[in-house]
């Protein structure tokens, strides 16, 4: 491999002659060689919107010359369609506030503009520091491109939740009128219809997702113009003005500079917010999983209640056995997202003083967790709710069968002559129906109307 010389202020490095990244990143490279894992493609564009925001901002306010500023603008536009994202190769674990990860982007921008500019890498024409990084500082760049990647990620998150939601509602205005067997505590319980069930697993999804879009209202906020530790030192009000205007024009979001630069520089309590959002859907998603997994159960010895479409076969070594894989996916990658949101939270408390260092896995789980959350439930709603069919004999029979209508009596006939009824069936194995007519407790007319299925799955009027 051929290699060419870069210099940084420890010294001489050598660098791969065909690398766009620069000797600080090689540095990186040789202090953590510990996961392997990359910083999302989201949050490699925010950087890309946040320096040619900056340049755009320099350019005009005459800091910087249009020469270099144009060169840098169309390297980030390069970007932002694409190109060199092989050329971030920091880990995510590493140097604190992500000090290694912004100079590798600086360091990548920096050599594509001499490109442009008909330069070799490396040549002192355009400067990482003095040039592409002007007006800004680590602790300034890191936190609003988390913001704005995250922002940018949770659209179509929204989105496809929205669509997870109506697949639930669908299911539920179908199955409205089969009548099922309750369950609490894993016991017989009161009937329900299966749209019933479906209703309230739509709505706990679209509650969580409302609490996301709430809590992301927060990373509006940011704090570019800040700088080292928020008292904007090497910058301008007009520099900070203008950045902010060109990241609202470049984004369509309604960006605004912070109120307290040094709060967004010192927490990310607002990104543990959105965190936590995010956990609340994966604890929602994870009940419902479950749940259609136990009514899925079977299709001989469980409930057998509904059906999952056949999406593979389900053993090495059991003919004919499938599985409900697609429950099990989402059920795992909500997992995933709780042991994101818990590192998350720990990052967010570790904050000293004017600055949290430790936003470089915040980043990353941050960013993987909406990725994880959106993939999940499109693949939820395509490949499973959208194709899940109802088994109404066996729902029938099972709310025919349970003792759980007994609750129905109470008004009728009070608690503990129904719980003598309910005693008596399971003893002899007759029905409820049967010991009541039997014992002409109440008159068959009378039964019917009180174990119908409006009557034991509605209000009374």
Same mark, same amino acid.
């Given at each position: 491999?051929?290699?060419?010389?870069?210099?940084?202020?420890?010294?001489?490095?050598?660098?791969?002659?065909?690398?766009?990244?620069?000797?600080?990143?090689?540095?990186?490279?040789?202090?953590?060689?510990?996961?392997?894992?990359?910083?999302?493609?989201?949050?490699?564009?925010?950087?890309?919107?946040?320096?040619?925001?900056?340049?755009?901002?320099?350019?005009?306010?005459?800091?910087?010359?249009?020469?270099?500023?144009?060169?840098?603008?169309?390297?980030?536009?390069?970007?932002?369609?694409?190109?060199?994202?092989?050329?971030?190769?920091?880990?995510?674990?590493?140097?604190?506030?992500?000090?290694?990860?912004?100079?590798?982007?600086?360091?990548?921008?920096?050599?594509?503009?001499?490109?442009?500019?008909?330069?070799?890498?490396?040549?002192?024409?355009?400067?990482?520091?003095?040039?592409?990084?002007?007006?800004?500082?680590?602790?300034?760049?890191?936190?609003?491109?988390?913001?704005?990647?995250?922002?940018?990620?949770?659209?179509?998150?929204?989105?496809?939740?929205?669509?997870?939601?109506?697949?639930?509602?669908?299911?539920?205005?179908?199955?409205?009128?089969?009548?099922?067997?309750?369950?609490?505590?894993?016991?017989?319980?009161?009937?329900?219809?299966?749209?019933?069930?479906?209703?309230?697993?739509?709505?706990?999804?679209?509650?969580?997702?409302?609490?996301?879009?709430?809590?992301?209202?927060?990373?509006?906020?940011?704090?570019?113009?800040?700088?080292?530790?928020?008292?904007?030192?090497?910058?301008?009000? &007009?520099?900070?003005?203008?950045?902010? !205007?060109?990241?609202?024009? $470049?984004?369509?979001?309604?960006? =605004?500079? #912070?109120? @307290? *630069?040094?709060?967004?520089?010192?927490?990310?309590?607002?990104?543990?917010?959105?965190?936590?959002?995010?956990?609340?859907?994966?604890?929602?998603?994870?009940?419902?999983?479950?749940?259609?997994?136990?009514?899925?159960?079977?299709?001989?010895?469980?409930?057998?209640?509904?059906?999952?479409?056949?999406?593979?076969?389900?053993?090495?070594?059991?003919?004919?056995?499938?599985?409900?894989?697609?429950?099990?996916?989402?059920?795992?990658?909500?997992?995933?997202?709780?042991?994101?949101?818990? &590192?998350?939270?720990?990052?967010?408390? !570790?904050?000293?003083?004017? $600055?949290?260092?430790?936003?470089? =896995?915040? #980043?990353? @789980? *941050?960013?993987?967790?909406?990725?994880?959350?959106?993939?999940?439930?499109?693949?939820?709603?395509?490949?499973?709710?959208?194709?899940?069919?109802?088994?109404?004999?066996?729902?029938?029979?099972?709310?025919?069968?349970?003792?759980?209508?007994?609750?129905?009596?109470?008004?009728?006939?009070?608690?503990?002559?129904?719980?003598?009824?309910?005693?008596?069936?399971?003893?002899?194995?007759?029905?409820?129906?049967?010991?009541?007519?039997?014992?002409?407790?109440?008159?068959?007319?009378?039964?019917?109307?009180?174990?119908?299925?409006?009557?034991?799955?509605?209000?009374?009027?």
């Amino acid at each position: 491999m051929k290699y060419r010389i870069d210099k940084d202020s420890l010294g001489n490095k050598k660098v791969p002659a065909g690398a766009y990244y620069g000797s600080e990143t090689v540095r990186a490279l040789e202090n953590f060689p510990i996961s392997g894992l990359r910083f999302h493609a989201s949050f490699i564009r925010a950087l890309a919107i946040i320096k040619k925001s900056c340049a755009l901002a320099n350019q005009s306010l005459k800091h910087l010359d249009a020469r270099r500023a144009k060169a840098i603008i169309r390297a980030c536009d390069e970007i932002l369609a694409g190109k060199f994202h092989d050329q971030f190769v920091t880990d995510v674990f590493q140097s604190g506030a992500g000090v290694s990860a912004h100079m590798n982007f600086n360091e990548v921008v920096t050599n594509r503009a001499l490109e442009i500019l008909r330069y070799k890498k490396g040549s002192d024409f355009l400067n990482s520091h003095d040039h592409v990084n002007r007006g800004q500082s680590t602790n300034d760049v890191i936190p609003t491109a988390i913001r704005l990647a995250a922002l940018i990620g949770l659209k179509p998150l929204s989105e496809s939740s929205e669509k997870l939601e109506k697949a639930f509602q669908k299911k539920s205005r179908e199955f409205r009128d089969i009548i099922k067997s309750g369950r609490t505590h894993l016991q017989d319980a009161a009937p329900v219809t299966l749209g019933q069930e479906f209703s309230g697993w739509a709505r706990q999804l679209e509650k969580s997702r409302e609490r996301i879009e709430m809590l992301s209202k927060n990373l509006y906020e940011i704090g570019m113009g800040g700088s080292a530790v928020g008292t904007g030192l090497n910058t301008t009000f &007009a520099y900070r003005k203008k950045v902010v !205007a060109n990241l609202r024009a $470049l984004t369509n979001l309604p960006l =605004v500079s #912070a109120k @307290n *630069l040094f709060e967004v520089m010192q927490s990310d309590a607002d990104l543990a917010a959105v965190s936590g959002g995010l956990r609340d859907y994966a604890i929602a998603l994870i009940q419902i999983s479950n749940d259609l997994r136990l009514l899925n159960s079977g299709p001989k010895t469980g409930f057998a209640e509904i059906h999952l479409p056949d999406r593979q076969p389900g053993s090495s070594i059991m003919p004919g056995k499938v599985n409900p894989v697609m429950p099990e996916a989402a059920a795992q990658a909500a997992f995933q997202i709780i042991g994101n949101d818990t &590192a998350i939270t720990f990052a967010a408390s !570790a904050g000293q003083l004017e $600055l949290n260092v430790m936003r470089p =896995v915040i #980043a990353h @789980n *941050l960013l993987q967790s909406i990725e994880i959350l959106k993939n999940v439930t499109h693949v939820l709603r395509v490949y499973c709710i959208e194709g899940i069919t109802a088994n109404k004999d066996r729902c029938r029979e099972y709310a025919e069968a349970s003792f759980g209508i007994a609750a129905a009596l109470n008004p009728h006939i009070g608690y503990a002559k129904a719980a003598e009824c309910v005693k008596e069936a399971m003893k002899t194995g007759k029905t409820l129906r049967e010991v009541i007519l039997n014992k002409k407790i109440l008159s068959p007319e009378k039964l019917d109307k009180i174990l119908s299925t409006g009557n034991l799955t509605k209000p009374g009027k």
